[in-house]
């Protein structure tokens, strides 16, 4: 399965392979405005108006190779989520990867050749310069059947959309519906794309009693389930990023990586441990396999009072878990000082703003801290 880079694509795409693209898709012609901007029928939800602008170059108002239908939608989305959205006017699930893969399919392939999946051995050979042999020791997940990804229900769910996450974001993040057992849909890939297991979000709240809120998913009897331990959640849409910016923001759910994607698009720099443990293997990928220099951790908040012992505890329950980065790389969490979130909240789950002023906050942690208040505590 080869690896498409989403900007690249962009990027190689033409005027004229777009007006290809949606005639195909169903609009019927195209007219121009006076900007020459392209004006397509509103296939996006089954509309016949010439109310589908298209917007080749950045304007100030739309950041270039974006649509906006003016009607029903009345939302901005990429050529991507048109191919999800036309294709589903005509009864046909996409999946985020098959909507790139059909526009990939449409240019030139030449452009996007260069960001073919990288291979294992690349990594080696780097390595091995250093006289390090480490990236053997990351152990991938065992992938699972992509078809699987075909029968679900690709319908924005209404508790994600009222959690901070955006339509756009969902269809990046292959979320889905599962109408059997009411579940959101949480597919789960690795750094190489490849599909390694599926949780899901139970809605009912019975369910989320007994069983848990999210559990891997279970298909004909089958648990599709995968090693947490041995994966970031959100790697195979943020590693570009992370890579360039030598940065992540290391969240514990996937809904917080992708609130923070919602909130940051392409510059989302973080990733989910799945859980309030780091493994092994995680420091492994972010340290060997994403060469991070600066951590920066939001778990969730839970402690009441952030200078009282509740506080002072969980502190020291996070400096174990960071203590083994932190002589490699820059450390610091987030800390809610000033009650902007609420207790068992995500740092993510009160909105770009909070979460700014949480990044802004946050506390450097030094070697020292660790050593003084571990003393007291371990
Ligand atoms: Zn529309």
Request: net charge negative.
């Amino acid at each position: 399965m080869p690896y498409y880079d989403k900007n690249a694509i962009l990027k190689a795409l033409t005027k004229e392979q777009v007006i290809k693209i949606v005639t195909d898709l169903g609009s019927k012609g195209y007219k121009t405005d006076s900007s020459g901007n392209l004006i397509f029928q509103t296939i996006c939800h089954g509309g016949d108006s010439y109310k589908l602008y298209y917007y080749h170059e950045p304007t100030d108002q739309y950041s270039g190779r974006t649509f906006h239908c003016y009607t029903s939608c009345s939302e901005s989305f990429s050529i991507f989520e048109l191919v999800i959205r036309a294709k589903r006017v005509q009864g046909i699930t996409y999946t985020w990867y098959q909507a790139v893969s059909y526009i990939a399919n449409q240019i030139d392939m030449k452009a996007v050749e260069h960001i073919e999946r990288p291979k294992h051995i690349c990594d080696m050979s780097w390595l091995k310069k250093f006289g390090k042999n480490k990236s053997t020791d990351i152990i991938d997940c065992e992938p699972i059947d992509e078809h699987v990804l075909e029968m679900f229900e690709y319908t924005p769910h209404e508790v994600f959309l009222n959690d901070h996450i955006s339509r756009e974001t969902l269809s990046t993040f292959e979320i889905s519906y599962w109408g059997n057992t009411n579940q959101i849909v949480i597919p789960h890939r690795d750094r190489h794309q490849n599909l390694i297991g599926i949780r899901g979000r139970y809605l009912d709240e019975e369910d989320v009693e007994n069983i848990g809120k999210y559990v891997p998913l279970n298909i004909e009897g089958k648990f599709l389930s995968h090693k947490l331990s041995h994966n970031l959640y959100g790697i195979h849409i943020n590693q570009n990023k992370i890579k360039a910016c030598r940065k992540c923001l290391l969240l514990e759910s996937e809904k917080g990586v992708m609130q923070n994607h919602s909130y940051f698009g392409d510059d989302d720099f973080s990733l989910a441990v799945c859980g309030s443990e780091i493994s092994d293997e995680q420091i492994k990928l972010l340290l060997d396999y994403l060469k991070i220099e600066e951590l920066s951790l939001g778990f969730d908040k839970e402690y009441k009072d952030p200078y009282g012992w509740d506080g002072e505890l969980y502190k020291n329950k996070l400096f174990k878990k960071i203590r083994p980065i932190i002589p490699y790389c820059k450390v610091s969490i987030l800390w809610d000082k000033e009650g902007v979130l609420d207790y068992k909240d995500a740092p993510t789950d009160k909105g770009k703003e909070t979460l700014l002023k949480l990044l802004d906050d946050k506390v450097e942690i030094t070697m020292e801290d660790i050593t003084l208040e571990g003393t007291y505590y371990v």
